[in-house]
Structures are given as C-alpha cells and as structure tokens.
C-alpha cells in the first residue's frame, strides 16, 4: 500500500466498539438530563436512586472511555485492566 495504511485484522471490531460507546454516552446523559429535569420540575422529593443515577452515568462513561481508548490504540489493555 502506497500510503502506509494496513488492513485491519481479522475479527477487528473497533468501528462498532467506538460506534456503539459514543451512542451509550449521548443516550445515557440524554436521559440522565430529562430525569434530573423531571424530577425538579415535579414535587416529588429526590430519594437515594436519584443521588445515585449521576454516579452510575458517570461509571458509565468512564467504561466507555476505557474502551475508545483501547480501541483508538491510545493506551494497552494491560492499562485499562489496571486502571479501570
């Protein structure tokens, strides 16, 4: 190949992984928002659940991130089990 690029392996599914953890994070911080927003437009008293759905958000996006940065080749999976 003229421009250095090489085939992807076989069985490589990093388009789909990066595909799919962005979607994860723009729906899950979607929804986050409209609860967050319903629950202070309602009269309804915030509970334990509603303390703790911004940390599982949260997780979450620090799980996707994990896997961008595997799957971009940014850091090894060595890393990520270490870190995670």
């Known amino acids: 190949m003229a421009d250095g690029l090489t085939e992807a392996p ?25 609860r ?13 659940e509603d303390y703790m759905v911004p940390f599982a958000l949260f997780s979450n996006i ?7 940065s595997e799957s971009l080749g940014t850091i090894s999976q060595t890393t990520i089990v270490l870190t995670c």
């Open 62 to 68: 620090g799980m996707c991130v994990c896997g961008l």
């Open 10 to 34: 076989e069985g490589y599914i990093g388009d789909s992984l990066e595909r799919t953890a962005i979607a994860f994070i723009v729906v899950n911080t979607v929804f986050v928002g409209l």
């Open 36 to 48: 967050c927003l319903a629950r202070y437009q309602s009269t309804a008293t915030w509970s334990w």
